[in-house]
C-alpha cells in the first residue's frame, strides 16, 4: 500500500519568512501526490498535485511543491508566509483499491502557525 | 469554493441509532468517495461510488453503506452508531478517469457526534 509521512506535528514560521511543510512518501509505481489545505470546521480544499513532469508544482494561494525522487520527498513550500496562511496540512499520496477505484491516503497532517 | 455541498452540517446521535448523509457533486463530476475524519487524524477512506456502484472500499465495516443516484449525489449511512463513529465525515467528488490522476475535491462535511 502507498503511504505518506508527515514528520513535523506543527510548523512555526514569522509572517514574510518562507515556509517549508515536510511530506515523504512509499510507492510503488508511479507516485499520485496531492497537497490540501484544512482551516477549523471546514473541509479540505486542494492545493496543488504532481502527476509527472516538471518537479517544480505552482498550486492556489501562491503555493508551490518540489517532488524530489530520490528523497522520495514532496515538500510544500511559499516564498512568504501570510498570517492568513494558519491552517492544518494534509498530504495525500493516490492508492488504487480493489474495484478499479482510487483513494486518497493522507498523512497526519501538520499544523502550520504564522505569526506577525 | 468547490460546489460540493453536503447535509446536515451537524448531527447528534445516541448509540444504536441510523444516521444518513447526503453530499451534492460538483457539476460534470461522476464520482463520489467518503472520508471519516477522527479528532486530530487524517482522513479516512470509507468507500467510493462511480456510476451507481460502489468501486473502492475501505476497512470499514458493513453497517457502513452508501449509494450514489442518477445524478451523482450520494448518501452515506451508517447503522447501529458507536460511540467510535463520532468524526468528520466528507464526501469528495471528481470526474473519474480510469488513470488515477483525477483530483478529489471535498465539501464542507458533516460533524457527526454519537452519545
Known amino acids: 500500500a502507498q503511504s505518506v509521512a508527515q514528520p513535523e506535528d506543527q510548523v512555526n514560521v514569522a509572517e514574510g519568512n518562507p515556509l517549508t511543510v515536510k511530506c515523504t512518501y512509499s510507492?510503488?509505481?508511479?507516485?499520485?501526490l496531492f497537497w490540501y489545505v484544512q482551516y477549523p470546521n471546514r473541509g479540505l480544499q486542494f492545493l496543488l498535485k504532481y502527476i509527472t513532469g516538471d518537479n517544480l508544482v505552482k498550486g492556489s494561494y501562491g503555493f508551490e511543491a518540489e517532488f524530489n525522487k530520490s528523497q522520495t520527498s514532496f515538500h510544500l513550500k511559499k516564498p512568504s508566509a501570510l498570517v492568513s496562511d494558519s491552517a492544518l496540512y494534509f498530504c495525500?499520496?493516490?492508492?488504487?483499491?480493489?474495484?478499479?477505484?482510487?483513494?486518497?491516503?493522507f498523512g497526519t497532517g501538520t499544523q502550520l502557525k504564522v505569526e506577525l | 469554493e468547490t460546489g460540493v455541498t453536503q447535509s446536515p452540517t451537524h448531527l447528534i446521535k445516541t448509540r444504536g441509532q441510523q444516521v444518513t448523509l447526503r453530499c451534492s457533486s460538483q457539476?460534470?463530476?461522476?464520482?463520489v468517495s467518503w472520508y471519516q475524519q477522527a479528532l486530530g487524524q487524517g482522513p479516512q477512506f470509507i468507500f467510493q461510488y462511480y456510476r451507481e456502484e460502489e468501486n473502492g472500499r475501505g476497512n470499514f465495516p458493513p453497517r457502513f453503506s452508501g449509494l450514489q443516484f442518477p445524478n451523482y449525489s450520494s448518501e452515506l449511512n451508517v447503522n447501529a452508531l458507536e460511540l467510535d463513529d463520532s468524526a468528520l465525515y466528507l464526501c469528495?467528488?471528481?470526474?473519474?478517469?480510469?488513470?488515477?490522476?483525477?483530483?478529489?475535491?471535498f465539501g464542507p462535511g458533516t460533524r457527526l457526534t454519537v452519545l
Open positions: 469528495a467528488s471528481s470526474s473519474f478517469s480510469g488513470t488515477g490522476t483525477d483530483t478529489q475535491y
Open positions: 510507492v510503488s509505481g508511479n507516485p499520485y
Open positions: 495525500a499520496v493516490r492508492d488504487m483499491v480493489t474495484g478499479g477505484g482510487n483513494k486518497l491516503t
Open positions: 457539476s460534470g463530476h461522476n464520482t
